[in-house]
T-cell receptor, first 111, second 115 residues
Framework: GEDVEQSLFLSVREGDSSVINCTYT??????LYWYKQEPGAGLQLLTY?????DMKQDQRLTVLLNKKDKHLSLRIADTQTGDSAIYFC???????????FGTGTRLQVFP | DSGVTQTPKHLITATGQRVTLRCSPR?????VYWYQQSLDQGLQFLIQ???????AKGNILERFSAQQFPDLHSELNLSSLELGDSALYFC??????????????FGPGTRLTVT
């Protein structure tokens, strides 16, 4: 079945690294995504990783994928107050366009 | 700005009523997806249209229906509204990123409040 889980909250100090974790159950997932939702706003795609990759880096963002454990993480380096938002991981499977979203992790960055 | 537009931004209506939410995809995108975001259910996929045809269906209630028109805009119709239908409704359109998968661009959402 399809199930994507995330921890609900993460609080970090400005300048530290944040690590947001996600687990999924569908082994046929092909792409895994990270979306950001700021208060009152829509979803913004941050990055994605293909299931045959272990890692992807994009400026301050690093995505790690452990396909064996079905575990995905998003690391934000040098976290800023502007990074405070809800972060969703999502998966899609080959030729199925729909996204299955996780529960979302609320990241709070304090000075 | 993702290029996906949704109207209206806010909608307040009473139980039992019917509403229509509208979405215009990014220029050139043929697929439109509808998602519902509520406090108790999280973000759920409702339905997808591709070039006017229904392509995939998720957890969409029978009271809800959607269509995509020849100009590719889409409408989501919600009828016999209940308090539990209060949610943010997102529309997305997509572009291929290879391997049979797609990058989805989300609109700003329509916040529906049923009183």
């Amino acid at each position: 079945g399809e199930d994507v889980e995330q921890s609900l909250f993460l609080s970090v100090r400005e300048g530290d690294s944040s690590v947001i974790n996600c687990t999924y159950t569908d082994s046929s997932s092909t792409y895994l995504y990270w979306y950001k939702q700021e208060p009152g706003a829509g979803l913004q795609l941050l990055t994605y990783i293909f299931s045959n990759m272990d890692m992807k880096q994009d400026q301050r963002l690093t995505v790690l994928l452990n396909k064996k454990d079905k575990h995905l993480s998003l690391r934000i380096a040098d976290t800023q107050t502007g990074d405070s938002a809800i972060y969703f991981c999502a998966e899609s499977t080959y030729n199925t366009d729909k996204l299955i979203f996780g529960t979302g992790t609320r990241l709070q960055v304090f000075p | 700005d993702s290029g996906v537009t949704q109207t209206p931004k806010h909608l307040i209506t009473a139980t039992g009523q019917r509403v229509t939410l509208r979405c215009s995809p990014r220029s050139g995108d043929l697929s439109v997806y509808w998602y519902q975001q509520s406090l108790d259910q999280g973000l759920q996929f409702l339905i997808q249209y591709y070039n006017g045809e229904e392509r995939a269906k998720g957890n969409i209630l029978e009271r809800f229906s959607a269509q995509q028109f020849p100009d590719l805009h889409s409408e989501l119709n919600l009828s016999s509204l209940e308090l539990g239908d209060s949610a943010l409704y997102f529309c997305a359109s997509s572009a291929p990123i290879g391997g049979g998968s797609y990058e989805q661009y989300f609109g700003p959402g329509t916040r529906l409040t049923v009183t």
